[in-house]
């Protein structure tokens, strides 16, 4: 499906989030990714001109895209930041099972590392919309504050919405007053005391997602209430 780039802008240290409107509506669940083609690129490599991203937006947004990346030295990365107001890509194949339950009986934790927070925004704005009865907490870990996208909207809504618990950690920022530990088995246990009665997600690098997988699982020994995402490359 042809769509075409409306707004960009730098939302962290390295993190463009850029938005693009759809000429037909796309269906898909909070948690999903598509792939996203740019024809033609500037910058060109052995990998191609197509990669994979979660939705940022919520899936009421359907003729919206919504995406959020570190930009590094891959061609792919630069052509997206060169790429102009109006530009034209291509979105298809809508994927993923890093969804949230159906049901939505059982609190929830979300636990994100550095980009890994993609999945989560468009989790976080449909429960708000669904007017979701229960409450999440959001264990957010980055290297440093300036790097962290979208803290300053999480915060916000940690402000103003009673349900929703954000817990910030910044593990190599000297001027970070707030928490700056890993996320271990011991953390959860201090920070979420009813973590036995919560769903798991996770979502970051694959060393920090298996990591963390572990710890969750030394705590809740049932991997029925946890769901991993691995976000590799970037």
């Known amino acids: ?13 390295d993190t463009l989030l850029c938005s ?36 940022v937006n ?15 030295d ?31 009986i059982q609190p929830l934790c979300f636990i994100a590392g550095g980009i890994g927070i993609t999945p989560f925004m468009s989790m976080i704005k449909h429960l708000n919309e669904l007017e979701f009865p229960g409450n999440v907490v959001l264990l957010y870990s980055n290297k440093t504050k300036e790097g962290s996208a979208f803290l300053e909207e999480l915060q916000l809504l940690a402000q103003e919405q009673s349900s929703f618990h954000l817990i910030p950690t910044m593990t190599e920022d000297p001027a ?39 710890e969750v699982k030394s705590l809740l020994q049932d991997d029925s209430r946890i769901t991993i995402e691995h976000f590799p490359g970037y």
């Open 20 to 55: 693009f409107s759809l000429e037909n509506s796309l269906a898909f669940r909070a948690g999903q990714y598509f792939f996203i083609e740019i024809p033609n690129p500037p910058f060109k490599d052995e990998r191609g001109n197509r990669r994979h991203f979660s939705f």
């Open 176 to 214: 970070w007053q707030g928490e700056t530990r890993l996320i271990t088995a011991s953390l959860v246990q201090e920070l979420i005391p009813d973590y036995q009665d919560r769903s798991f997600f996770i979502a970051g690098t694959p060393g920090m997602v298996d990591s963390v997988n572990r």
């Open 74 to 104: 891959s061609a792919f990365k630069k052509s997206l930041a060169a790429m102009e107001i109006g530009r034209d890509v291509e979105i298809n194949s809508v994927s993923g099972t890093f969804t949230l339950p159906k049901d939505l």
């Open 58 to 72: 919520s899936p009421s947004k359907s003729q919206t895209v919504e995406m959020a990346t570190r930009i590094g």
């Open 1 to 13: 499906m042809k769509a075409f780039l409306q707004t960009k802008q730098y939302i962290a240290r």
